[in-house]
T-cell receptor
Framework: EDQVTQSPEALRLQEGESSSLNCSYT??????LFWYRQDPGKGPEFLFT???AGEEKEKERLKATLTKKESFLHITAPKPEDSATYLC????????FGAGTRLTVKP | ETGVTQSPTHLIKTRGQQVTLRCSSQ?????VSWYQQALGQGPQFIFQ???????GRGNFPPRFSGLQFPNYSSELNVNALELDDSALYLC?????????????FGPGTRLLVL
């Protein structure tokens, strides 16, 4: 069965302290891996789509990478406004989401 | 270009009742997917509609049903509500066929079943 596991569950950083979030997956045939940001009480906001191992995408302080078994979301010099839950999802026959990493960035 | 909209924003029902949630897809999108998100968890796929036909279904019972209209808006119907149905219901739209295309989410409908 397809599985998506995100770690850590929660992460607290000081402003400017870079770190990485992990998304490990097992899927029979990956058709895409997606990263979303979700603020409390709101719908997920699209960040990145990755399709093949070795692919990387960047947006402001965020960079997503993909291997055959996992994806990383690297956050460089985070700011308090980066505080949110970050979700990854894999597509095979349907979209399977992880439980998310709750990121808090303290000023 | 308008984004994905959902109505209502909040809803309170009692066990055994029925509920209908509505979603308007982003302009130009022909595919709508519905998700259930319990507190502290990731969204769970309920089903997807592509050009008015169901195009995939997750592990949800038949009392969860849906509809897509010619203008690609969609409804999610839940019959015989149970306490565990309390959740945030999310609608996402995309362009093209199946899941795999980037999906854009609406703000969600918060359902509370008492």
């Amino acid at each position: 069965e397809d599985q998506v596991t995100q770690s850590p569950e929660a992460l607290r950083l000081q402003e400017g302290e870079s770190s990485s979030l992990n998304c490990s997956y097992t899927v029979s045939g990956l058709r895409g891996l997606f990263w979303y940001r979700q603020d409390p009480g709101k719908g997920p906001e699209f960040l990145f789509t990755l399709y093949s191992a070795g692919e990387e995408k960047e947006k402001e302080r965020l960079k997503a990478t993909l291997t055959k078994k996992e994806s990383f979301l690297h956050i460089t010099a985070p700011k308090p406004e980066d505080s949110a839950t970050y979700l990854c999802a894999v597509h095979n026959n349907d979209m399977r989401f992880g439980a998310g990493t709750r990121l808090t960035v303290k000023p | 270009e308008t984004g994905v909209t959902q109505s209502p924003t909040h809803l309170i029902k009692t066990r055994g009742q029925q509920v209908t949630l509505r979603c308007s897809s982003q302009s130009g999108h022909n595919t709508v997917s519905w998700y259930q998100q319990a507190l502290g968890q990731g969204p769970q796929f309920i089903f997807q509609y592509y050009r008015e036909e169901e195009n995939g279904r997750g592990n949800f019972p038949p009392r969860f049903s849906g509809l897509q209209f010619p203008n690609y808006s969609s409804e999610l119907n839940v019959n015989a509500l149970e306490l565990d149905d309390s959740a945030l219901y999310l609608c996402a739209s995309s362009l093209g066929t199946p899941v795999g295309e980037t999906q854009y989410f609406g703000p969600g409908t918060r359902l509370l079943v008492l």
